[in-house]
Nanobody, 131 residues
């Protein structure tokens, strides 16, 4: 079980930048190399959308088509049970407005792109981009 706490959301103008953070801590044992950390977002009336994902070791970053070239995911490990995942969001657009969720799954479970593969979720943080 991985506990996830997001921060960094807010209101920004069209073309601006924000950085989201997700502090992950393993409740039992070690996070080490066993997890994929993902970001998803959900706008009102829409399904949850894959944004980006990365291995807890910092390898294999993947992005959704709508954010490629604008967003960057990274991770820093502080010890064997804690790491922080960042989502740097540049050139933000009004259509990026959504609640952003951090999620974690064992690396071997299901598709990285599918929200149902993830069994650990943060509380979500609102990102609003004004035009």
């Amino acid at each position: 079980q991985v506990q996830l706490v997001e921060s960094g959301g807010g209101l920004v103008q069209d073309g601006g930048s924000l950085r989201l953070s997700c502090a992950a801590s393993e409740q039992t044992g070690s996070t080490s190399t066993s997890y994929v950390m993902g970001w998803f977002r959900q706008a009102p009336g829409k399904t949850r959308e894959f944004v980006a994902a990365i291995r807890s070791t910092g390898e294999s970053a993947l992005y959704g088509d709508s954010v490629k070239g604008r967003f960057a995911i990274s991770t820093i490990s502080r010890d064997n049970t804690k790491n922080t995942v960042y989502l740097q969001m540049n050139s933000l657009r009004p259509e990026d407005t959504a609640v952003y969720y951090c999620a974690a799954k064992p690396y071997y479970r299901g598709s990285v792109y599918y929200s149902g593969s993830y069994d650990n979720w943060g509380q979500g943080t609102q990102v609003t981009v004004s035009s």
